[in-house]
């Protein structure tokens, strides 16, 4: 069920609304192997009507579930929007559609949502990756090289 706001309850006084929204709701494809939707959206939003728009203002709380880009360990990641601020008009141009005197907020929650998903989500900033595997200590590699010499000093010893 989408996050609608009626406009007759907006006559009289400024609308509270606090709750969940399902994942499923927000219609977000992330395509992205990375970020995952693991919950609900929970929002505590005010909404007041201006004269030609409504002023809608809360925090939005999202959690995902990730895979860090650097290490592949899944991960938890709140994705918060602590002072989300939206103007909606009702008029002109850009008007949103107004179905059975409401509004439904959800594309200008994903809107915002989706602007602010992490693009490399990482386990911890210094994340050092994947460990290298440890190959046993060999004297030669397949071109019987040893590790300590370098390239040119095999080839100085040559004798042409």
């Not at 400024?14 to 929204?21: A, R």
């Amino acid at each position: 069920m989408p996050l609608l706001v009626n406009l007759r309850h907006l006559e009289k006084h400024d609308l509270t609304l606090k709750g969940e929204l399902p994942a499923e709701e927000l219609d977000i494809d992330t395509r992205d192997e990375m970020v995952q939707l693991a919950e609900p959206l929970r929002y505590h939003l005010e909404v007041q009507k201006l004269t030609d728009a409504l002023l809608t203002r809360g925090k939005l709380v999202l959690p995902l579930t990730c895979e860090c880009v650097r290490c592949l360990k899944s991960f938890e990641y709140r994705l918060e929007l602590p002072d989300w601020t939206c103007h909606i008009p009702l008029e002109g141009e850009e008007k949103t559609p107004i179905v059975s005197d409401c509004v439904d907020l959800t594309p200008f929650l994903r809107e915002d949502i989706l602007l602010e998903l992490p693009q490399h989500p990482l386990c911890k900033p210094d994340c050092g990756g994947l460990k290298k595997p440890k190959v046993g200590k060999s004297k030669q590699n397949s071109l019987g090289v040893t590790p300590d010499s370098s390239a040119w000093s095999e080839l100085d010893k040559l004798k042409f």
